[in-house]
């Protein structure tokens, strides 16, 4: 009895072997977008409220991708658009919900001057710590403690996986002290120059996938991405990057898959997620039968699950992706909470005796679904 207990334990570890080690090699990103904070976002009374039907998306990535679109400066009042300032309370209230790795830089990061920056690093390191007493890694990056500094980027391992994040903008709304923010000017020379530094430092420093977080300089609320952009993704990927996790817009755009970039290896581009939270769209067109506006796209945002697997040989293939839509309902009280954009919220809608957000809610679905897609080439 024993040996034949043996020999069937023996048997069943021998083919489950296999499918834990596949099960090992593989790791889950989720990114989203842009976590905006309008003064309309503070009217919840417990932040994480805003976050609790959306937060076991969030946590479905083994590492959680989102741009604070705002300096984090405890020392000043918080503030908001056209020079914003968010509280440390209002951040971490995105960490709890699962996001764990955020860029830094955009055409708000410099809103309080060189000070408010500085204090957004500091903040940010008190706020790691804080986590990393618990258990949890944090990673900030995209402002430098110094100008003298090239840039800021993260090296994480996770899962067995080295992973090199590097955030940049192209984009900003005042050049006061912007040598402590990771800027890229958009001209074509400064790209040229860009790229080359690109692929320097995938040489350098050899990683399994290297992301790229791009704040564009590209109009806002548009969908539409010129072919000169497309072609910087382009060379951008040739240069060493595997992922282009691009924002701005404040709307969803496409995602495109490019199956066989040479080496064995597949590349991301995803062009725009969209705000992930905001108090831009503070009058929703809930009646109207086609809500395809300026102000109704900011209300949308996307998260973006991606499933990486290494092979045998070592390269890495997208085993699978999954786009999530979300969206930020408005409460009878004027709470800005983030919802998912599916059948069983909208279910809800209609059984609070909420028929027009329930068809506004539709209808915005079908526009994410039908004006933004995967490509795969």
């Known amino acids: 009895m024993y040996r034949t207990l043996s020999k069937k334990v023996f048997v069943f ?32 009374a417990d932040f994480s409220e805003m976050w609790k039907d959306v937060k076991d998306i969030i946590q479905k990535g ?22 914003f300032n968010m509280s440390r309370e209002y951040l971490m209230s995105s960490i709890d919900a699962g996001f764990s790795v955020f860029s830094l830089c955009n055409n708000h990061s410099n809103d309080q001057g060189k000070g408010g920056m500085l ?15 618990e258990g949890r890694t944090l990673y ?15 090296i994480i391992e996770k899962n067995g996986w080295k992973i090199l994040f590097f955030p940049v903008t192209e984009s900003l709304n005042s050049f006061d002290s912007y040598e402590y923010i990771n800027y890229i000017s958009p001209a074509a020379e400064s790209r040229e120059r860009f790229v080359a530094y690109v692929r320097r430092l995938r040489e350098k420093v050899p990683c399994d996938i290297f992301i790229l977080s791009l704040h564009t300089n590209e ?40 199956k066989d970039r040479g080496r064995g290896r597949q590349a991301l581009i995803m062009y725009a997620n969209g705000n992930t939270i905001s108090g831009q769209r503070t009058s929703p067109n809930i009646t109207m039968e086609d809500p395809n506006t300026q102000r109704d796209n900011t209300g949308d945002g ?46 809800w809608l209609k059984e609070t005796k909420q028929p027009k957000w329930a068809g506004y809610i539709e209808r915005r679905l079908k526009i994410n679904q039908t004006e933004t897609k995967d490509i795969i080439r």
Request: with cysteine; hydrophobic share 40%; proline share 5%.
């Open 140 to 154: 900030f990056s995209g402002i430098k403690n110094s100008p003298d500094e090239p840039f800021s980027y993260n």
């Open 219 to 258: 109009p806002e609320y548009v969908r539409s991405v010129s072919d000169t952009q497309k072609k910087y993704y382009e060379d951008l990927i040739e240069a060493g990057v595997d992922i282009v996790w691009a924002n701005h817009t404040h709307l969803i755009k496409d995602r495109e898959i490019i």
């Open 13 to 44: 570890i021998f083919f489950l072997l296999p499918v834990l080690v596949s099960a090992d090699s593989g790791i889950t990103l989720l990114f989203g977008g842009d976590i905006m904070a309008h003064k309309n976002n503070y009217y919840v």
């Open 62 to 83: 083994d590492l959680a991708f989102a741009n604070i679109e705002a300096p984090v400066d405890a020392t000043r009042e918080i503030s908001f658009y056209p020079q």
């Open 302 to 347: 996307l998260l973006y699950e991606v499933r990486l697997i290494k092979d045998d040989s070592g390269a890495i293939r997208i085993e699978r992706t999954q786009p999530y839509f979300i969206t930020t309902y408005l409460t009878p009280k004027r709470e800005c909470l983030v919802k998912p954009m599916n059948d069983e919220f909208i279910g």
């Open 119 to 133: 204090e957004t690093v500091k903040s940010c390191n008190i706020i790691a710590e804080k986590y990393g007493k």
